[in-house]
Structures are given as C-alpha cells and as structure tokens.
C-alpha cells in the first residue's frame, strides 16, 4: 500500500505554531538565552533558547498527529525511525535573528525513504511562506498567493549569484567561487535561506553554499525542484545529506555552474 503524505494543511499547522514561537523572541533581547556551538572554521555559531524552544514545540504536535514518523532536527538531532521523516530547522538564520534583520526563516521538511517529497520555508515577521507537495510550489504573502516558476531563460553572463557569507567559500579548499563571480552578472551575500526562497520565486538564479546540514536544505529541495529549479552537491548528487550544495535556476544553468566551480571555466 502505498505510503499517504500529510496534507500541505499539516506544513502550515507547523508554520503557524513556528511563527508564533519565533516572534515571541524576536527584536526581544532581553528573554533570548544565547550561546554558542561549536563549528569548524567559525569562532561563533550562535544558538538560542528560541531555537530550542521552537524545535520542542514542532516535535510535539509532529508526535501527536504522526507518532509513527521520524524527525531530525537541528538542536536536537534525530529520533524515531521509518520511511517518512521530519527534518527541521527551527530557525535558519541565527546570525540575522539576532541582528534583527528578517532574513531568517523556519524550515520544515519531509523525507520518503531518503527523498525530500515536501518543503515549506515561513519568515514570520514578513508574513511570506514558500512551500511544496512535490508537485508545485507556492508563494502567500501580503501580495497574495501564487505557483513559483524559476527562470528558464538566463545565461550565465546573465545570473544573479548568491551565497551567504563568504566565511563559507574561504574554508572551502580548490573552490572556484571567483570565477563564477566573474562569469555572472552580480553576486550578493548574507540572504542566508531566504536567497533559495527567492530563487524558487525567480528574483535569483544561482545559489551556492560550501557547508549545509540536512536541516538546511531538505525543506528547499521540493521547493526549488517543484518550481522548474534544480539543487544537488558540487559533484552532482541528491542534496538531501548537505555538504557543499549548488541550487540553479534551470537544468542549462546548472551544468554551466557546476563546470565552472569543479573545473574554473
């Protein structure tokens, strides 16, 4: 028999009760705890008590409506087992969050044996929601609501790059981020998961980040592929497990890309 997902009701039930956690912490200092994780290459790696307070709260009502799925998270790892599996990111963007820059968002995605199958990014303090059930992707916000496309017609002289910081690209050995940065039309930083949302939407057409985790990219991977977009390694692999990961606007593109930053031409 086969496997029945949870509706797309089910994701904006979870951006909903995310949204309400996450906004009760931000531009509110005084009752955020923050500390620090450690990660190679960078001397801060923030974590907050809202973080973990969202991530509990998100596997409690995952655990009451589906007990039989699994969920991996960032603060607080995995548990359960089986075909379907959560993957959460309560808040993508610690750095901005704590800036009060609204670039961060709530990440939640769904794994079918390995596979993202679903995605939803939600921004809180904008009130934007970018979501997939793996057949279309979606936009709501104060606009309205509307199906995401990924631009299909940019050359690479023409494309618009993004990467968060460039922290991410030094620590990268043999990258050829530099040549890609010449090749394009601009390249912009510090979107953190925000520039994936918007390249689903078309405003941006390459992203590339050298150090994801699962929990950064899952939610993004139906999204991006459902609007016309595709998201693998730099060596051309399913994204689902992170690492250094390319996101492009269309198939053309993303072949260009990869031979650029494998080969640097």
């Excluded at 009760?17 to 001397?43: C, M, Q, W």
């Excluded at 998100?58 to 603060?75: D, K, Q, S, V, Y």
């Excluded at 970018?130 to 609501?145: H, I, N, P, T, Y």
């Excluded at 592929?225 to 250094?244: D, F, M, N, P």
Aim: aromatic content about 8%; some cysteine.
């Amino acid at each position: 028999m086969a496997t029945i997902l949870p509706s797309t009701a089910f994701l904006h039930e979870l951006a909903d009760a995310a949204e309400k956690r996450t906004l009760a912490g931000y531009l509110n200092e005084h009752v955020i705890d923050i500390e620090s994780k450690p990660k190679e290459g960078f001397r801060f790696d923030p974590v907050t008590s809202v973080d973990r307070e969202t991530e509990l709260h998100l596997r409690e009502i995952i655990n009451e409506r589906f007990p039989e799925h699994a969920i991996l998270g960032e603060e607080f790892g995995e548990s359960g087992q089986g075909d379907l599996q959560w993957v959460i990111d309560p808040i993508d963007g610690t750095r901005p969050f704590l800036c009060g820059l609204p670039v961060w968002g709530c990440l939640i995605g769904l794994l079918q044996n390995g596979k993202a199958v679903m995605g939803m990014m939600t921004q809180p303090y904008t009130g934007d929601r970018f979501w997939s059930d793996g057949e279309q992707s979606w936009f709501a916000g104060r606009f309205g609501k509307k199906m995401m496309k990924t631009r299909q017609t940019r050359e690479l002289h023409q494309a618009i790059l993004h990467t968060t910081s460039p922290e991410s690209v030094a620590l990268y050995e043999g990258n050829h981020f530099g040549v890609l940065h010449e090749q394009t039309l601009m390249t912009r930083y510090g979107g953190e998961c925000y520039a994936m949302a918007m390249l689903a939407a078309g405003h941006i057409d390459i992203c590339v980040e050298y150090s994801l985790q699962p929990h950064d990219i899952v939610a993004f991977i139906p999204v991006i592929e459902s609007a016309g977009g595709v998201v693998t390694t730099l060596t051309g692999e399913r994204a689902e497990k992170g690492g250094a990961i390319v996101a492009s606007a269309n198939a053309a593109l993303h072949e260009k890309v990869l031979t650029v930053l494998n080969d640097g031409r």
